[in-house]
């Protein structure tokens, strides 16, 4: 089983890495990515302050689902 902080650098490196893959980071003027696991439970916020092309709640929206999905196969591989 994975530890907590397994868990919370999972779920970072995969929201970050979505965003970044989006956007260069010059581009981006602020990101603040806060992930926390406690008693099984997932809580992601991200806040993303880049440009409209593309929508930046929408990508905050898709870095929260690749977190998500990455903390997911962390557990499938357990």
Do not use: C, H, Q
């Not at 992930?35 to 593309?54: H, K, M, Q, R, T």
């Amino acid at each position: 089983m994975p530890t907590d902080e397994e868990v919370v650098e999972t779920a970072s490196e995969a929201a970050e890495g979505l965003v970044f893959s989006r956007y260069k980071r010059s581009e981006i003027e602020d990101l603040d990515v806060t992930v926390s696991f406690e008693d099984g439970v997932l809580d992601l916020d991200i806040y993303l302050n880049a440009p409209d092309d593309p929508d930046p709640e929408i990508v905050a929206d898709e870095a929260v689902l690749a977190a998500e999905s990455a903390v997911d196969e962390l557990f499938a591989d357990e």
